[in-house]
């Protein structure tokens, strides 16, 4: 069994800081946090080889979505964004933006701290609010 290109909440939650310790320069550090992320993925039915798989997974390429304004095409329903695209239509409407209100600032925010996945699912509602957010910031 591997994990998803989705791990569940508790093991992402589980496995972010022990990842952030493999850069740590204390040699016992970097081993107890090997050997923690290895326990912890056996757990989930899982191995490092998962891990690196997830990683560079390809994101699927999904049409229309980049933010440049002659490309862009407003589509309804739920969609997958690729990292980067994400990554870039969030950029986009926070260079665009000098205020946002708290609401979709804190919408924006949760979006770019899911940005470290290969793939993001956006639900209808959270997809029009985003495309909504890049045409009034931008006028696209």
């Given amino acids: ?10 093991l992402k939650l589980k496995l972010a800081p022990l990842l952030r310790m493999q ?4 040699d016992g550090e970097l081993a107890n946090a090997s050997r923690a992320i ?10 490092w080889h998962d891990v690196v798989e997830v990683l560079l997974a390809e994101p699927p390429a ?6 440049d304004a ?3 095409k407003r589509s309804s329903g739920a969609v997958d964004l690729p990292r980067e695209q994400l990554i870039a239509l969030i950029d986009l409407v926070e260079e665009h933006s000098s205020f946002l ?8 925010a949760s979006l770019r701290s899911r940005a470290w ?24």
Avoid: C, Y
């Fill in 1 to 10: 069994m591997s994990i998803s290109p989705r791990p569940p909440p508790n």
């Fill in 62 to 67: 999904a049409a229309g979505l980049t933010p």
């Fill in 23 to 26: 850069a740590s320069d204390n």
């Fill in 117 to 140: 996945r290969p793939v993001t699912r956006l639900t209808p509602r959270q997809w029009d609010w985003l495309q909504d957010l890049i045409q009034q910031t931008t006028g696209k």
């Fill in 101 to 108: 209100p708290l609401k979709s600032r804190e919408f924006v």
């Fill in 38 to 47: 290895t326990r912890l993925l056996q757990r989930h039915g899982a191995d």
């Fill in 70 to 72: 002659t490309t862009w």
